[in-house]
C-alpha cells in the first residue's frame, strides 16, 4: 500500500485545516488508516484511526473535540478534519496503514501543519 499525504501548511491559531492521504489501494477485508504526528524534539504519536468496512473511528484524547477523522471509500481516501488548531499541534503529520490488525506498517511520506499564534 503506498500513501500519500497532504494539506498541511500554515494557519492562525484557533483555524482549520483538512489533511487527506491517499491510498493506492484499500482493498482488504480488515484495513484501517491513521493519522499520526511528529512535533519537534518529540515522539511520534497517534490522532486518529478509522477502519475501511465499518467506519469506526478512534481519536487520541489530546484532540478529541477538535480533531475527526473520515474516509472516502470511492477515492481511497482518509481525511483529518482539525479545527480549533492550537500552537502545540505544530508537527508533521503522517498517515499510516494497518491491514489484518498487523500493526502500522505502510505510512505516508508526512505533511507540515504549522500553527502561529
Known amino acids: 500500500v503506498q500513501l500519500q499525504a497532504s494539506g498541511g501548511g500554515l494557519v492562525q491559531a484557533g483555524g482549520s485545516l483538512r489533511l487527506s492521504c491517499v491510498a493506492s489501494t484499500s482493498t482488504f477485508r480488515n484495513y484501517g488508516m491513521g493519522w499520526f504526528r511528529q512535533a519537534p524534539g518529540k515522539e511520534r504519536e497517534f490522532v486518529a484511526s478509522i477502519w475501511w468496512s465499518t467506519g469506526s473511528t478512534n481519536v487520541a484524547d489530546s484532540v478529541k473535540g477538535r480533531f475527526t477523522i473520515s474516509r472516502d471509500i470511492t477515492k481511497n481516501t482518509a481525511y483529518l478534519h482539525m479545527t480549533g488548531l492550537r500552537s502545540e499541534d505544530t508537527a508533521v503529520y503522517y498517515c499510516?496503514?494497518?491491514?489484518?490488525?498487523?500493526?502500522?506498517?505502510?505510512w505516508g511520506q508526512g505533511t507540515l501543519v504549522t500553527v502561529s499564534s
Open positions: 499510516a496503514a494497518t491491514i489484518d490488525y498487523d500493526g502500522w506498517k505502510f
